[in-house]
């Protein structure tokens, strides 16, 4: 059955919270805006896609290891990031709606409407000429495409430029220029572009002093950096290497009205990738194209991943692309492959004054490394795969199920198991297989209600397995498995179960595709 974009999303953010996924934070209070808890299946799904990224990334890679660094850190290292000075988004208010946005997302929005109407014209033209229709040809030639292709490589430059300046009147003056509109209010009447630090702050120790003034980390890479060396000797690692990491990160975003895809407190999962200097491309290159094996070995359809590349580049870049994701709003950042240079550790070893070198035995030297970076949102990869899996289904007997079509091994619950009524002894036997199955995979037990009534509740969790004992069971010491996707039933002896779910459930199974 196909949904509505937009009842998509409504539906799996209301799904989330009524099967125990996502909770807004402290409800009870009427929440606090753009953050959120996890409940009971939300924990499991989170862990699992911790896993599949820290397995990938450490055991995988020889040449990786992860660390786990504190969230608070000496405030020095904001000022040597560049985040204390630069870690701004443009803010600005629609004076009638009295909504606020980010005038970057504004412009880039208005950007991407012009590519769209470029767009509808090559899909017109190619109609009207059929097979012989040559679309490089046209966007090269066709007056009107043209306009907007100049537009377009106006605003970019403008938009690069003002960033890159913080110049903020250049903002405005750019979205003036471009005409660009409240999409609540519809008018142009906006307030000056402001620039916002998007870093919280709090005090150190009992005294509140603007010298106690403590940050909470906006991205977890500079726990890396800062350990670099210490990493590096103790891990007795030589170029290249990586050091990996995942954990909590805050921002006090301008906007955040995006269920999980844009919060105040989320969470990374990051990988620095050392390597020296002048190789950088090569790596980056390297990155960009296993970190898109991994998401795509997920199975939630390769037509919903994309490059794209930067134009505006953080601080800190030579080069910088995103992987994208359709998310049931459209295409948005998912990933972040960033070649960083030795921005980092230099600065790091100026405001601190220690050394940051790398000792190459080979070339009898010492540098500071230049950085790959691979960064992606753990909660955008949980709604990744929960908008994926959310699926509504209608079957043969007219009835209709919500399933989530969750990747087997990232499932809370692998295996739901069920005794067909609850008597006979059918409980005591289903127990017997749960005390078995229990130390390796994930279990749930129920014995209330129908058993139709059962499995819908698994599939609304994503449970791939039912395991149900019936009468049978006790005459022939076997059960059925029923599969989640294709509902089919299976009749297997009881002494085969565990081997058999174990071999379906093994996070190997994604992994190993990676690979080929
Ligand atoms: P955006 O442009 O969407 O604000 P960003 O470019 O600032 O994101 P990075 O600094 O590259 O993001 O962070 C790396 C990753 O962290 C992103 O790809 C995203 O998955 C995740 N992330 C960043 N900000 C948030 C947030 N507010 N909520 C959830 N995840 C986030």
Request: with cysteine; aromatic share 10%.
């Amino acid at each position: 059955m196909a949904i509505q974009e937009d009842n998509l999303f409504k539906n799996v953010i209301s799904h989330s919270k009524e099967y125990g996924f996502i909770f807004p934070s402290s409800e009870i209070y009427d929440g606090l805006s753009a953050v959120y808890d996890y409940g009971q299946n939300g924990a499991e799904l989170k862990n699992n896609i911790k896993e599949y990224w820290w397995k990938f990334m450490t055991l995988l890679h020889d040449n990786i290891v992860g660390i786990d660094a504190a969230i608070f850190m000496h405030p020095t290292t904001w000022k040597a990031s560049g985040h204390v000075d630069a870690f701004n988004d443009p803010m600005v208010d629609n004076k009638d709606s009295k909504k606020r946005y980010r005038a970057d997302v504004l412009v880039e929005d208005a950007i991407a409407k012009m590519e769209e109407k470029i767009q509808k014209e090559v899909d017109k033209a190619a109609k009207r000429f059929g097979d012989s229709f040559d679309s490089e040809m046209f966007i090269k030639t066709n007056p009107r495409v043209l306009e907007y292709s100049q537009k377009i490589a106006n605003a970019n430059a403008r938009l690069k430029e003002s960033m890159g300046n913080g110049d903020m009147a250049g903002m405005k003056k750019l979205m003036e220029d471009l005409e660009i509109t409240d999409p609540v209010s519809g008018t142009k009447n906006w307030t000056d572009v402001r620039q916002f630090n998007l870093m919280f702050s709090t005090e150190m120790g009992s005294i509140a002093e603007e010298a106690n003034k403590i940050y909470l980390r906006p991205e977890t890479a500079q726990g890396i950096f800062v350990n670099f060396l210490n990493v590096q000797k103790t891990g007795r690692m030589k170029l290249p290497f990586g050091i990996a990491q995942i954990g909590k990160a805050f921002r006090n975003e301008i906007v955040a009205r995006q269920f999980i895809f844009r919060m105040r407190e989320f969470e990374q999962m990051e990988m620095q990738f050392f390597v020296k200097p002048g190789e950088e491309m090569k790596w980056y290159e390297f990155w960009k194209e296993k970190r898109m094996k991994w998401h795509k070995a997920l199975d939630l359809g390769d037509e919903n991943y994309r490059y794209h590349d930067h134009l505006n580049l953080a601080h800190y870049a030579n080069a910088a692309c995103d992987i994208q994701f359709n998310f049931p709003m459209g295409f948005k950042e998912l990933e972040g492959i960033h070649s960083r240079t030795d921005f980092d550790l230099k600065s790091h070893e100026k405001y601190s004054g220690k050394k940051l070198q790398y000792f190459d035995t080979e070339d009898n030297e010492s540098y500071i490394p230049y950085v790959v970076e691979t960064s992606v949102g753990l909660d955008r990869m949980f709604l990744s795969i929960l908008s994926k899996a959310y699926t509504e289904e209608k079957l043969p007997d007219g009835s209709e199920r919500v399933v989530l079509k969750i990747p087997v091994p990232l499932a809370p619950v692998k295996v739901a198991i069920l005794p067909l009524v609850k008597k006979d002894g059918l409980p005591e036997k289903a127990m017997e297989i749960m005390n078995e199955l229990k130390y390796d995979l994930r279990c749930f037990y129920e014995e209330k209600d129908a058993i139709g009534k059962r499995y819908r509740r698994q599939d609304a969790i994503g449970t791939p397995y039912c395991v149900t004992v019936d009468h049978q069971t006790l005459t022939d010491d076997t059960v059925t498995i029923r599969d989640r996707d294709s509902m089919k039933q299976e009749r297997v002896k009881i002494s085969d179960v565990k081997s058999q779910l174990i071999a379906a459930c093994s996070i190997n199974n994604i992994l190993r595709k990676i690979e080929q």
